[in-house]
């Protein structure tokens, strides 16, 4: 309803438009930010349509709407901007230039293809404002082009504008339309941005070629295989062109050897898109340009859950019998368990083993592959998960026969005492002293390590009995917790003494075991193994790891003992 105050505001805004030079550049953002301003203060539904054709001629409009794709008020941003295309798309329709006979050029670069570079700009509403824009100077039979080659067509299928896509189809637009700097097909520009199902299924059903490939040899796949996670794209990819009799080149490569399931093992988060693949006859076995198949991808990633992605993998190969090369070099020599290693993924590493991955030649990480993973986080939880994950993984390796040399026990050593794994200053009395705070306590009681043991609970044990009762793994599950680790700020300082105290406990068998030899020898063999455990046991992981230093770690324990020492091992296993 119109009200008087809404006759008020209109009138200001005829005002305005007196007191504006149109001509001056400053003036126009000027403008643009007082109609903002003074609409903000109406019903901007109770106002006429045809508003901005009451207060403005066609070519003031026109000038306006190339001034909001690029106007950003300090105080409002791109509001300003946004307001007037809202108001002009409601009823102004851009007119065309047209020849002597009559006949539109196609050749014109319009405001949509301005929005387009400006998509960058953050704060924007685009997914708003480009049905508007299309609104504005939108029509099907003409698929206006720029000096690249870029259409209202391709703009249209990257900004999910289903009804204009579905026009300009109506209309005989081809589906196959290229964009010649990349030669991105519209089915490539619908993927890459929108993600939008009804999109890619109008243009298949239109005869949109699956298989057409772009300058870097990338297929519409190679796009979808990218989406991390959602997987019904790809399934209806696959399901309409069935209903269509189209072939699907489900292992085309791209420039760099890559085919789509390449891509999903580098990208995706649902496993299911390898799933629809691999069942799609995707072969796992391909190595790209870099010697890398699909499992060398998969291990090569740092998030937690490919773990589980590495089983999967497995599972699916062995339903649909498809061998998988498990100890495949890459060009680098690394093969997947190595990768595995290298980013602390006990379950891939655990997997990988049990599809018969040879540990024989296997090469530990070096110190500055495993620095560079712990150095991709700061947070204590991912740095507490790549320090239990590691343990884990030298577990797992050494129960197949692995045999950890000192060298690499070291670079675990230094790699723990870089990145402040030892405990710090805290003592445990200190970090007792929080049961004090019943609100922290409770906190504590209720974050579980196991259905029978509570952080609390952890805290109060001694590193020994802490070692008979979780394993490296129960840490590492306790570290991908995520309600673990979301804290107050005011409880910082207690979480840090906890992680402090968490890596000291979680760590202490490993430094134990390690240290005692260098121990040993350290005091020429004059106690028994036994009194140098009880020893050992009062010590913190910064003493075991200078002792095991100091023992000369670099080479196995001389073989020059006094009599009745009996043999020195080359590395005492511990009992806790």
Known sequence: MFTLKDQQILEKLKDLRKEVNLNNEEERYNYLHQFYRILRNGNEWSFPTNLVELLLHPKEIECLLWDSMNYKDKELGYKPGDKFIMYAGLCYKYEPEVDENGIISPRCTTLIHHAVKNTKQIGRDWSRLFPLLFDICGRFDVNYTD???????????????????????EHGQDPNCIWPE????????????????????????????PNLANKDALTPLHFIAKIPYICGTVELFFQINDELNQLVQINARDK???TPLHMAAKYVHDKRILEVLLRNKADPTLANEEGSTPLHIICNRKEPYIDDMVKFFFEINEQLNQSVQVDARDNLGRTPLQLAAMHCLPY?????????????????????????????????????????????VVES??????????????????LFKKHCMFQWSWTLDELLRYDDDEELANEARQKMLKSDLSLYDLIHLRPQEAAKRLTYIDYYEFARLENVWWIRYEMLAAML???GHLCETMSRKFFRSWALDSYWKLIH???????????????????LFNIF???????????????????????VKIEW
């Open 147 to 169: 000096e690249s080659g870029y259409t209202h067509f391709h703009a249209a299928c990257r900004f999910n504008c289903n009804r204009v896509v579905q026009g300009f189809l």
């Open 182 to 209: 990349t030669g991105d097909s519209a089915l490539h520009i619908a993927l890459s941005f929108a993600w939008n199902n009804y999109i890619m299924v109008l243009l298949l059903r239109a005869g949109a070629n």
């Open 256 to 258: 760099l050897g890559d």
């Open 348 to 392: 891939a590493v655990e997997s990988l083993l049990n599809h018969s991955a040879d540990p024989s030649n296997f090469v530990f990480p070096t110190f500055s592959q495993l620095d560079e993973c712990f150095g991709s986080y700061e947070n204590i939880r991912c740095k507490f998960k790549l320090a239990s994950g590691l343990l884990a």
């Open 397 to 414: 390796l050494e129960k197949r026969g692995y045999e950890l040399e000192s060298r690499d026990a070291m670079i675990i050593m230094i």
């Open 497 to 499: 003494a906890r992680f």
């Open 525 to 543: 063999y004059r106690l028994p193994l036994e009194c140098c455990e009880i020893i050992l046991d009062e010590l913190m992981n910064q003493d």
């Open 549 to 571: 230093v100091a023992g000369g770690f670099e080479s196995k324990c001389n073989n020059e003992r006094p009599v009745g020492a009996g043999r020195a091992p080359n590395r």
